[in-house]
């Protein structure tokens, strides 16, 4: 087959314009699963051929290990494109997510591609069997065993937990699902080794493994508690469940079923909002002067873009910015902060959040002393002011 057609080259205005003149009512969903695929680049071929025809746009990742999809179609192929899914045995009922909020019009085209990995995660997923996943639990069920004294853990990322959580929940300090994952193993090896298939106290015959209290795992979407799950499991623990759709199922089934939330906060999401609010409660504090807040922002000097939790007062003291050093560049005229940036390095994620807050006011109460006696932190801002004065 000569697949050299299967893509899209088209300039995105052109896309665009290609869209809205389309006039038909589009359906955005997602789904994923953890399923092994073979051939996966065979696969990919015909699946764009196919879905093409039926008007998917959308990003989808193929790999050995299963699927993950984001995707818009017309409202009428809904039916066609359910049918193409069911008529392969790995796609058969794989639960979709209808998006709500959405005018149909999130991608420009259809992009398929053949990964490693589904999701980025680090951890080597051939060495264990990602499909053997947790139980699925609804809301109603997760909050039961919550109360029944389960032990709950967010596998989001760490700066995702800073302003919202489940009570009590176990929230790992490392900044990456590889790192976090192993954390979680040491501290439930730590806290009860009768969890594991083959107890090592079982050698005593007087320390009988009491019945380990089941293992809760949750996440924003759901999928990052497929993988841990299957991998936690294989590390031998065998009471683990998952908070099906994740927080955000969960937040949506708080109010279809009247349910009372043991989620606190606001959920951290990947949108311009950063932030959407499931309970009133503030589980977090300001990074700069320690009041309550869960304000979350990202620090305004582009350079460093450094995520925090800052309260108004502070968001006005230090000009939407993270420091002393950071407000003073941020300040200036938009050419010198431009001369400034040139060689530095700037931060490509908005994702890095501040996790030592206590270093942070100690540096701000430094920099505020080396301001008030120099009054700048950044000698270096003289030689390269791009309108040096000339009448001075
Ligand atoms: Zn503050
Ligand atoms: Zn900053």
């Known amino acids: 087959m000569d697949t050299h057609h299967l893509r899209n080259l088209l300039h995105p205005d052109l896309l665009r314009q290609r869209l809205e003149k389309e006039g038909l009512t589009r359906t955005t969903l997602s789904f994923y699963r953890y399923v092994r695929l073979a051939d996966v680049e065979a696969l990919r071929h015909t699946l764009y051929q196919e879905w093409e025809a039926l008007g998917v746009l959308g990003r989808i ?63 080597a997923d051939d060495a264990f069997d990602v499909t053997n996943v947790g139980a699925h639990l609804d809301a109603k069920t997760f909050n039961r065993k919550m109360e029944e004294g389960a032990v709950v853990i967010d596998m989001r990322n760490n700066y995702e937990c800073l302003i919202g959580h489940f009570e009590g929940a176990y929230l790992p300090k490392a900044d990456n699902f590889r790192g976090a994952i192993d954390e979680v193993v040491e501290m ?12 090592a106290r079982s050698v005593d015959p007087l320390v009988r493994p009491t019945s380990a209290p089941e293992i809760l795992l949750y996440c924003t979407g759901g999928i990052r508690c497929e993988k841990a799950s299957a991998y936690l499991k294989h590390e031998g623990f065998t009471n683990v469940a998952q908070l099906h759709g994740g927080i955000i199922d969960y937040a949506r089934q708080l109010k279809a079923d009247g349910l009372k939330s043991k989620y606190l906060g606001q959920n951290f999401v990947f949108d311009e ?43 006005e003291k230090y000009a939407d910015c993270c420091s002393p050093s950071c407000r003073e560049i941020h300040q200036l005229p938009i050419e010198s902060q431009r001369a400034w940036r040139k060689g530095r390095s700037t931060r490509s994620t908005k994702t890095k959040a501040i996790n030592d807050p206590e270093g942070l006011r100690k540096r701000i109460r430094e920099e505020e002393e080396l301001l008030a006696l120099n009054g700048t932190l950044h000698p270096e801002l003289t030689s390269i002011n791009p309108h040096p004065v000339l009448n001075g």
Request: charged share 25%; with cysteine.
């Open 273 to 315: 909002r950063l932030a959407e609010r499931i309970t009133d409660d503030v589980v977090s504090t300001c990074m700069q002067c320690g009041t309550t807040s869960d304000r979350i922002g990202n620090c305004h000097e582009a350079s460093c873009n450094v995520l925090l939790v800052q309260c108004e007062a502070c968001a």
């Open 61 to 123: 990742y193929l790999s050995q290990e299963g699927i993950n999809a984001q995707v818009s179609l017309p409202t009428a192929n809904l039916d066609a494109f359910r049918a193409n899914l069911e008529c392969r045995e790995a796609f058969q009922a794989v639960p979709w997510k209808i998006a709500v909020e959405d005018d149909g019009k999130s991608f420009l085209k259809l992009i398929l591609k053949v990964k490693k990995r589904i999701v980025a995660d680090g951890l």
């Open 188 to 199: 439930l090896r730590q806290q009860n080794a009768p969890t594991l298939d083959q107890g």
